[in-house]
């Protein structure tokens, strides 16, 4: 499976996968699938790299949430744009998801690729924000990669850091 030079995130899907988001030692994008023993989960993307998904591009996967369903949607850099892109539970591309499992340019101008987060709201619609060089702007996107969140954004701060970010039961965005 290779080593990783950078873990950003860990999540546990409900059949009890363990994901860790990153980079991989090409430098390239990566999710690695683990079992809840800390084994290499070859079920994860068994067609392609059994245990891994690497997106092939020279990035970092800093923000990644699990449906309902265990589909992965994660974000990342690229071209000066936010994409986010949708993986099956298995760990294949999501062909119904977007146009070929990506909806790009979802927002533009971002500061940094570590400035990008994700949550689902209580409807499990994609809620995106990122800190780009007019403030942090939040969309939202249904399941079916229509907009359902009108994008805005936060302005008028100094300096401001997007560490994290979550929908609450009722709705709301922290």
Same mark, same amino acid.
């Given at each position: 499976? @290779? ?8 999540? !546990?899907?409900?059949? $009890?996968? %363990?994901?860790?988001? @990153?980079?991989?030692?090409? @430098? ?5 699938? *683990? ?5 290499? +989960?070859?079920? *994860?993307?068994?067609? !392609? ?10 990035? /970092? /996967?800093?923000?990644?949430?699990? +449906? ?9 850099? $690229? ?14 591309? +999501? ?10 340019? &979802? #927002? ?18 994609? /809620? &995106?924000?990122?800190?780009?060089? +007019? $403030? #942090? ?9 229509? %907009? ?5 954004? %936060? ?14 039961? !009722?709705?709301?965005?922290?």
């Amino acid at each position: 499976m @290779g080593l990783y030079t950078q873990a950003t995130q860990v999540l !546990e899907q409900t059949l $009890g996968r %363990i994901i860790v988001a @990153g980079r991989n030692a090409d @430098g390239n994008a990566t999710l690695w699938a *683990f079992t809840n023993n800390g084994q290499a +989960d070859v079920t *994860f993307n068994s067609n !392609e790299t059994p245990g891994m998904y690497s997106t092939g591009l020279a990035h /970092i /996967i800093f923000a990644v949430v699990a +449906d309902q369903y265990d589909r992965l949607i994660y974000g990342l850099l $690229g071209d000066g744009v936010v994409n986010i892109t949708r993986l099956t539970s298995s760990g294949q591309v +999501d062909t119904t998801f977007g146009f070929e499992g990506t909806i790009s340019g &979802v #927002i533009a101008n971002p500061e940094s690729a570590t400035q990008i987060r994700l949550a689902l709201d209580t409807d499990y619609n994609i /809620i &995106v924000a990122a800190n780009t060089t +007019d $403030g #942090i702007v939040v969309v939202g996107y249904d399941q079916n990669s229509q %907009i359902v969140r009108t994008s805005f954004t %936060i302005d008028g701060l100094q300096y401001p850091v997007l560490t994290g970010m979550i929908a609450t039961s !009722e709705d709301k965005i922290l």
